[in-house]
Nanobody, 124 residues
């Protein structure tokens, strides 16, 4: 199972970026998929996710109404549309395959395969 994240870059506050995460059939046949981010000196933070069984998106509180997760099942690709970016959104963004449900979508132990990360920098 491989995940390839891309789409990061430098953007001014208020701008937008769209991240992509290309996987495979095995990626999209497990429990779900999540996007996380990690800023320097901080813990990895849940950003958005989706469960295949419910097809309902989940979002971290800090990104609700600004970020949108979507899936292109034909091409095994997940997207994270990020609008109205803020400097606090700066960090390395990772996509990960979720295989488990114990403890919910915030439990990092429910994710087994991770992409290499893509850096998002939001300037003020």
């Amino acid at each position: 199972v491989q995940l390839q994240a891309s789409g990061g870059g430098l953007v001014q506050a208020g701008g937008s970026l769209r991240l992509s995460c290309v996987g495979s059939g095995r990626t999209f046949s497990s429990f779900g998929l999540g996007w996380f981010r990690q800023a320097p000196g901080k813990e990895r933070e849940f950003v958005a996710g989706i469960n295949w069984s419910t097809n309902s998106p989940l979002y971290g509180d800090s990104v609700k109404s600004r970020f949108t997760i979507s899936i292109d099942f034909d091409n095994y690709t997940a997207f994270l549309q990020m609008n109205n970016l803020k400097p606090d959104d700066t960090g390395v963004y990772y996509c990960a395959r979720r295989f488990g449900s114990r403890g919910g979508h915030l439990n990092l132990r429910n994710y087994d395969y991770w992409g290499q990360g893509t850096l998002v920098t939001v300037s003020s």
